[in-house]
Every structure is written in C-alpha cells, then in structure tokens.
C-alpha cells in the first residue's frame, strides 16, 4: 500500500498514483476511471474503464461472409425521393 497526498488542482484536490501501481493497472495519461465512493468505511475507489475496441472498416468488411450476409430490403417509396 502507499501513501498519497490529496493537492489542490485548480478547483478541485487532486491524487497521484504512484507509477508502479498505474502499470499493475494498466492507467496511462487520459485513462478514464469510474470513482465510488463507500460512504460508511470513507474509502473512495477508482476503476479504469476498459477502452473500446477500434475498428477499421477493412477490418469489419473482411468478416462479411455469404452466411451472415441478409438480403436486399425493399422499403418501398415514401413521398417524392428520387432513388
């Protein structure tokens, strides 16, 4: 366990996490974090949020096959849109 000091940071008190416990949790500048706060033990607890997964399009067309692809659907005309 380590010790941190609680500093001001414009309007708000602001903690470091020592870097030895940011790379056991995977937290890098920018991580965003769910903070809980447990009233009764006065204990507050972060938890990185898991990042979401980038896709590119040529990534997601490459998983389009034959079997999980669905027919044209004709939604037919709705007022004067020249299709």
């Known amino acids: 366990m380590s010790t941190v000091t ?26 965003e974090m769910d903070l809980s706060i447990l009233s009764k033990e006065g204990m ?22 034959p079997e999980n692809r669905h027919q044209e659907i004709d939604l037919g005309i709705e007022g004067r849109e020249l299709i």
């Open 6 to 31: 609680a500093q001001k940071w414009g309007n708000s008190l602001g903690v470091r996490i020592p870097k030895d416990v940011a790379d056991r949790l995977g937290i890098d500048q920018g991580t």
């Open 44 to 65: 507050i607890t972060l938890k990185p949020k898991r990042a979401r997964k980038k896709y590119s399009l040529s990534d997601l067309l490459s998983q389009i096959t």
